[in-house]
Nanobody
Framework: QGPAVESGGGSVQAGESLRLSCTAS????????MGWYRQAPGKELEGVASIGSDVAISYSQSVKGRFTISSDNAKNTLYLQMNNLKPEDTGTYYCATCAAPNYRGQGTQVTVSS
């Protein structure tokens, strides 16, 4: 069982969209609460969105209404659709289980310029 692998980041202008993806081998996302996290330079890791094994979804207040978390269990893939991006969304984005957010991969960089 290895850490998840994230992809889909990039550099965009404010107001644009990105879709992040996360895959992993060795465990099924459907049986775990999975979350998206981000870390901006000099700041602590922040939880952005989560989806439970019961499909209960939650978002941080800062992204509510703009980001959507979803999963494709057949592909064991987690997604984060990010719309109306803001410069403060800039950071490295990771996915991990809710129980172990520090067990994560390399992440994918998102840079939003104004």
């Amino acid at each position: 069982q290895g850490p998840a692998v994230e992809s889909g980041g990039g550099s965009v202008q404010a107001g644009e969209s990105l879709r992040l993806s996360c895959t992993a081998s060795g465990y099924a996302f459907s049986t775990h609460c999975m979350g998206w996290y981000r870390q901006a330079p000099g700041k602590e890791l922040e939880g952005v969105a989560s989806i439970g094994s019961d499909v209960a979804i939650s978002y941080s207040q800062s992204v509510k209404g703009r980001f959507t978390i979803s999963s494709d269990n057949a592909k064991n893939t987690l997604y984060l659709q990010m719309n109306n991006l803001k410069p403060e969304d800039t950071g490295t984005y990771y996915c991990a289980t809710c129980a172990a957010p520090n067990y994560r991969g390399q992440g994918t960089q998102v840079t939003v310029s104004s």
